[in-house]
């Protein structure tokens, strides 16, 4: 299938994205069919669960308001995602694989809580301040540690990472289970955090506090996203930090230090997830249980969230709104019981995430459906291309990949 | 013309590294002694140890060719004080139940088990140039199958099988993507424990609703040894509880590092890992090589799941791996790409896992603490001895012919 | 190319020029197809005018990678308005020598001053302020970041200062305002400043890195196999560029494998042998001794 030449280059690139998700849904219907349950009257309920039908004009009455409300809890979901999902991009774009992203998350929700729970005589706007920068600076400096064990000893940042996430999660968990010395005064036997007072809430601009309306977490991811997007494009910063992603020997050569940016790189990701625990704890907590402890997701779907956003800006925030609205859309309370079991689907939400994900690891759909020229994975942040040379502290993939021509396009690591 | 050579001195003087394995070696001393079967009921053998231990390790820290062997030696020391006097503490009734070393050993290879298979596929994976991070994904629904396949079959093997295939099913996709459509191989292997973790969840709603996996399933067996069953000590540890899928792991082991080091396949394998290009030219199926390698790669992953459900739990549950796939991973890496090494690498932290519960004992509480003792000492242990860990040179890169 | 093909077709910016039996064919006629002009292989050049000493690497150690004895010992000068050519075979220590003086590789031991500046394992930065450019011997894994666009790479040496960036926040429009000027300065084909320096031909990558080199006004000139992989047209380019910086009062370092080059273009020649300078000749010196100096001979130096 080839588009006639009418079609615009913009609408073209805007093609790729939409066609996947269509693809991805098409499957996922698929498996639905063959298992007996129709869907259409699925992905019907779904949609309505996300509640994006808000925005169709000709919504009305009780369904508006329902809608409404579940728009605002798929924004809510999003605007995590989208912290998190920048605590994996930026590292990508400097050739670190952080999948430390949940770890980092869990230390900042640990801070978050205390500070919040802590201090109560403190100004309250003052007070969410302190909290939320506590979080991010502690999420930052748990990041940084696996930034320094690669700049000094050359530890792999996935080892380093994976086993900070592990020990930040047992360690959060002591901290709040029975008797541990963090656990509520007000518990009585659940391993829970105090809970936040009123005043230490972000304020919830759309819809009813008391359901959970949007508070405005939501634009603090967005304001990450602008943040993220200077410094990676408009700062010396995320100028030394895509060098050193693309080419660290050639970095160094130019004098960029590159043992500090990665530091540094970790740092700010660590930052970013801290962020998002915060946003969580003051926007909808208000506690941490050791159950939110070991049931988040939010870090590790970071990871698929800024491989589907392509490592940008722009493109995270979108594939972090997809995320939360499929998360929301498929969430047991808003589906229809009589469609689909409430069960199965939060089990396709990770199947169709799953096929996005696996459709955009290449450019099958751009390449073969749409008939675009293949990507030279030149100029736009190619995770692999950059990871391949940062994973690679010698010079063996660089050359590699020097030799292989440039057609490989996006797709080498050195793990 | 007579030239007077300088004699050479009668006893060498020993190099920093050798004087900082010896601190190592007294650090390791500290920490035993107040453990069975020493069981010393007084710290003080073992501050002196680990102080003249920390000592060394600050002398060899300043040969700046030894950092990380210094750093390791001044932890290790330093570690083992409170460690002693923590033991001394407590009653030795509860010490020698902790350190019951025929229960740590049997239980430490429960958990090393799992890790085993996936990080032996790894390896197979990335030797031949592609990275797998689908690892956790392949023995999920090698978990998911294994069961589904001994409970619809009624027969373990055949479950072991289906589990088998499951994960090569997964491998072969990962596979297509990776290198037919030269995918990035990160992202199409997070892509796979996505639509894993969804699949599986999917199929066990789908097939076994609320009420979970059946009671009784014929599960891979446990392996009872002649002669060694009768030893003590022994017979606790390995001789009798010890399953079918851990002893297959363990000799698969020597087999891949056989493979992979000393046959003319294993040999090609790994140039074509490093340099495809290279080994095309002289006429190496690049493309077929790296599909059996990442289906082999699946097949293991999936028989480490299979361990999991089939043999030790004997049930499924919703994303039952909890990140084993990733541990291997660490463990791949750890081990730089060699079996013996992943091998260190998945006993180092299955044994320590198997302490960690068993430390549970000493205080319910600090129990929980211990939990992220592995991943601690995992943690030390790379920074402090692997360091820096070069891949196989074209991992992760597609190989597009010319 | 002569010994093996029947037939050549010479491609320039995007056309053929024609197509010629081998047996038509000479080195030269090629060349001036290749160019589109008579190429000359020879380098032309007035004689030196050197004055004091500009760079001076007094007993200079380096390790290698794995941590082994790669210069030991090395000691040499260049002065301004020479150029001196370091010839040896590969894995003699030339890469570990130049990294050093280039502030990439700490040396263990030694001395390296530029112009009466210290820089001995300073720093890349040190090196760059006190002076020092350098034409990497690899420009695909060293020289260039290839994903970056052709402004980008162009700014590796300045972005930190103004007008590229104020108070760590870039200027896009200094960036283009930089690219423009010296993609035209320096005749370099094949983008635009938005392209990424991958999609050029290698010898315009090469005058990419010259470009970017020679624009930061350096006191010493190191170009380490500038012309390895080039064409005959970017060879010439790169040979006239090292030659007008030398009579523009400049030091260069040369550092080549291949003794045509050494020979033409050089105005001393040093000998690198196992780690250490071992013979200097004039650029007269004949080939045979040049070969056995390089391969641990011993002729009498001159």
Same mark, same amino acid.
């Given at each position: 299938m080839k588009l006639p030449p009418s079609v615009s280059r913009t609408g073209r690139a805007l093609l790729v994205p939409l066609t996947t998700v269509v693809i991805a849904f098409v499957v996922a219907g698929l498996v639905m069919g063959l298992t007996g349950t129709n869907p259409f009257k699925t992905y019907v309920s779904i949609f309505d669960g996300t509640g994006?039908?808000?925005?169709?004009?000709?919504?009305?009455g009780q369904t508006r308001t329902i809608a409404s409300q579940d728009l605002q809890q798929t924004l809510v979901a999003t605007a995590p995602l989208i912290l998190t999902g920048l605590a994996v991009a930026f590292a990508f774009r400097a050739g670190l694989f952080n999948i430390g992203a949940q770890g980092q998350y869990t230390v900042g929700s640990v801070l978050a809580i205390w500070v919040g729970t802590s201090f109560t005589h403190m100004n309250p706007v003052l007070h969410i301040v302190a909290s939320i920068v506590a979080a991010a600076l502690i999420g930052g400096a748990w990041a940084a540690l696996a930034g320094w064990l690669k700049a000094v000893v050359g530890t792999h940042e996935v080892i380093s990472t994976i086993m900070l996430n592990w020990i930040a999660i047992w360690v959060a968990t002591y901290l709040f289970q029975e008797n541990g010395p963090l656990q509520g005064k007000q518990a009585l036997g659940n391993p829970v955090s105090n809970t936040l007072p009123n005043n230490v809430h972000l304020p919830v601009f759309w819809g009813n506090p008391a359901l959970q309306g949007l508070d405005v977490g939501i634009f603090i991811g967005l304001a990450a996203a602008v943040v993220f997007w200077a410094i990676m494009n408009r700062s010396t910063l995320g100028y030394e930090v895509r060098a050193v992603g693309h080419n660290p020997d050639a970095a160094r050569g130019a004098g960029i230090n590159v043992a500090r940016n990665y530091v540094v790189t970790m740092a700010i990701c660590g930052a970013f997830a801290g962020l998002a625990s915060s946003v969580d704890v003051l926007g909808w907590q208000f506690q941490v249980s050791t159950a939110d402890i070991s049931g988040s997701q939010v870090g590790f779907l970071g990871i698929a969230v800024a491989l589907l956003g392509r490592n940008t800006a722009i493109g995270t925030v979108a594939a972090a709104l997809l995320f939360g609205a499929l998360e929301t859309g498929t969430a047991a309370d808003n589906i229809n019981a009589s469609v689909i079991n409430p069960e199965l689907a939060p089990q396709l939400t990770l199947i169709i995430e799953g096929l996005v994900v696996l459709l955009v690891s290449t450019d099958l759909i751009a390449v073969r459906?749409? !008939?675009?020229?293949?990507?030279?994975?030149?100029?736009?942040?190619e995770p692999g291309a950059d990871l391949a040379q940062a994973l690679e502290p010698d010079d063996a993939a660089a050359q590699a990949a020097a030799v292989e021509g440039?057609?490989? !396009?996006?797709a080498t690591t050195g793990l | 013309m007579t030239t007077v050579t300088k004699q050479p001195p009668r006893v060498a003087a020993p190099t920093t590294k050798q004087i900082g394995i010896v601190a190592v070696v007294l650090a390791a001393i500290a920490w035993v002694l107040t453990l069975p079967p020493i069981m010393a009921r007084t710290p003080v053998p073992s501050i002196v140890l680990g102080v003249t231990a920390a000592v060394i390790g600050v002398a060899v820290l300043r040969d700046s060719n030894h950092r990380r062997l210094g750093g390791v030696t001044v932890a290790i020391g330093l570690i083992a004080i409170p460690l002693a006097i923590a033991m001394t503490n407590q009653t030795s009734a509860n010490v020698r139940e902790v350190f019951t070393w025929s229960a740590v050993v049997a239980s430490g290879l429960t958990f090393a088990t799992p890790l085993i298979w996936a990080a032996l596929g790894g390896i197979i994976s990335e030797r031949s140039g592609v990275v797998n991070v689908g690892l956790e994904g392949m023995m999920l629904v090698g978990c998911y199958f294994g069961i589904f396949g001994a409970d619809v079959c009624s027969s373990w093997v055949l479950g072991m099988l289906i589990g088998m295939a499951s994960g090569g099913l997964l491998g072969l996709l990962h596979a297509y993507f990776s290198i037919h459509l030269r995918a990035n191989q990160v992202v199409s292997g997070v892509a796979i424990n996505l639509l894993a973790t969804g699949i599986t969840g999917y199929l066990f709603v789908a097939h076994y609703g609320d009420n979970g996996t059946p009671g009784t399933l014929p599960q891979v067996p446990n392996v009872t040894l002649p002669v060694i069953d009768h030893i003590t000590f022994l017979d606790d540890a390995v001789g009798r509880q010890t399953n079918l899928l851990t002893w297959v792991g363990l000799l698969l082991v020597p087999v891949v590092w056989w493979y992979l080091f000393r046959t003319r396949a294993g040999l090609r394998l790994r140039a074509i890992g490093e340099q495809p290009r290279a080994a095309s030219t002289v006429g190496l199926k690049v493309v077929a090589t790296r599909y059996g390698a990442v289906v082999t790669s699946g097949m293991l992953a999936a028989l480490g799941g299979v361990y999991l459900?089939?043999?030790?739990?004997?049930s499924f549950n919703f994303d039952m791996t909890d990140g084993r796939g990733f541990i291997a991973l660490a463990a791949v890496i750890f081990g730089k790409w060699n079996p013996f090494g992943a091998l260190a690498a998945t006993i180092l932290f299955g044994f320590s896992t198997a302490l960690a519960y068993r430390l549970q004992t000493f205080s319910q509480t600090l129990g929980t603490l211990f939990q992220a003792l592995p991943y601690v000492l995992t943690l030390i242990a790379v920074a402090g001895l692997i360091g820096r860990s070069r891949p196989p040179a074209a991992s992760g890169i597609p190989y597009v012919k010319e | 190319m002569l010994t093996i093909a029947d037939r050549v077709t010479v491609l320039r910016r995007g056309r053929s020029m024609g197509t010629v039996p081998r047996s038509g064919a000479t080195e030269q006629s090629l060349a001036r197809m290749v160019v589109g002009r008579d190429v000359i292989f020879r380098v032309e050049k007035q004689s030196a005018k050197p004055a004091g000493p500009i760079l001076t690497v007094e007993d200079l150690r380096v390790l290698d990678d794995r941590g082994l004895d790669a210069v030991r010992g090395a000691t040499l000068t260049v002065r301004a308005g020479e150029i001196v050519a370091l010839a040896g075979v590969d894995g003699n220590g030339q890469s570990e020598l130049v990294q050093a003086i280039t502030g990439i590789r700490p040396p263990v031991g030694g001395r390296i001053e530029v112009d009466g500046v210290d820089v001995t394992g300073r720093g890349v930065r040190a090196a760059g302020t006190a002076g020092i450019a350098h034409i990497a011997e690899d420009r695909h894994r060293i020289g260039l970041v290839l994903p970056f666009t052709l402004a980008e790479n162009l700014a590796l040496r300045r972005y930190r200062a103004a007008p590229l960036s104020r108070f760590g926040w870039l200027n896009p429009k200094a960036f283009f305002t930089l690219a423009k000027r010296l993609l035209g300065a320096f005749d370099v084909?094949?983008?635009? %400043?938005?392209? %990424?320096?991958?999609?050029?031909?290698g010898g315009n990558q090469q005058k990419l890195c010259i470009a970017r080199e020679i624009d930061s006004d350096p006191k010493l000139l190191v170009a380490h196999q500038p012309t390895r992989g080039l064409d005959v047209g970017a060879i010439e380019f790169v040979h006239s560029q090292l030659i007008e910086q030398r009579d523009a009062g400049k030091g260069v370092l040369l550092v080549s494998l291949e003794s045509e080059e050494v020979r033409s273009l050089a105005d001393r020649i040093l000998v690198i042998y196992e780690g250490r300078i071992v013979a200097e000749f004039p650029p007269d010196a004949s080939e045979e001794e040049l070969g056995i100096a390089m391969t641990g001979g011993t002729v009498a130096a001159a």
């Open positions: 994006l039908n808000w925005l169709f004009p000709w919504v009305g459906l749409l !008939g675009l020229p293949r990507r030279l994975g030149l100029g736009r942040p440039f057609d490989a !396009g996006p | 459900s089939d043999g030790f739990d004997g | 084909r094949g983008g635009d %400043p938005g392209t %990424p320096a991958a999609a050029l031909s």
